[in-house]
């Protein structure tokens, strides 16, 4: 599968940004990101039925992940952006069947990322 992330720019804090991610088939989708010099850290992440939604520590209550399957894209909504967010960021997929977890190892197939970069 190929995946098509996009949307990621210079925003000041405080602002929003919103990522794409194209990607046909049915998959328990998930984004990460990674900083400069960090090891690559889980967003927020959820099955194809949207049935379970899990989002990382720091993310809760600003970003929120969604999917639209007619368009086969998934959106990660960012908002109230801080310094700290900007980071290259990454779609992820794997099989429907399997649950969304946090670990990157666990996705198989990965879009290209897209670069977040967040102003103070």
């Known amino acids: 599968v190929q995946l098509q992330a996009s949307g990621g720019g210079l925003v000041q804090a405080g602002g929003s940004l919103r990522l794409s991610c194209a990607a046909s088939?049915?998959?328990?989708m998930a984004w990460f990101r990674e900083a400069p010099g960090k090891e690559r850290e889980f967003v927020a992440g959820?099955?194809?039925?949207?049935?379970?939604?899990v989002y990382g520590d720091s993310m809760k209550g600003r970003f929120t992940i969604s999917r639209d399957n007619a368009k086969n894209t998934v959106y990660l909504q960012m908002n109230s952006l801080k310094p700290e967010d900007t980071a290259v960021y990454y779609c992820?997929?794997?099989?429907?069947?399997?649950?969304?977890?946090?670990?990157?190892?666990?996705?198989?197939?990965w879009g290209q990322g897209t670069l977040v970069t967040v102003s103070s």
């Open positions: 088939g049915r998959y328990t």
């Open positions: 959820f099955s194809w039925s949207g049935a379970r939604i």
């Open positions: 992820a997929a794997k099989n429907y069947y399997y649950s969304v977890t946090m670990i990157p190892g666990e996705y198989d197939y």
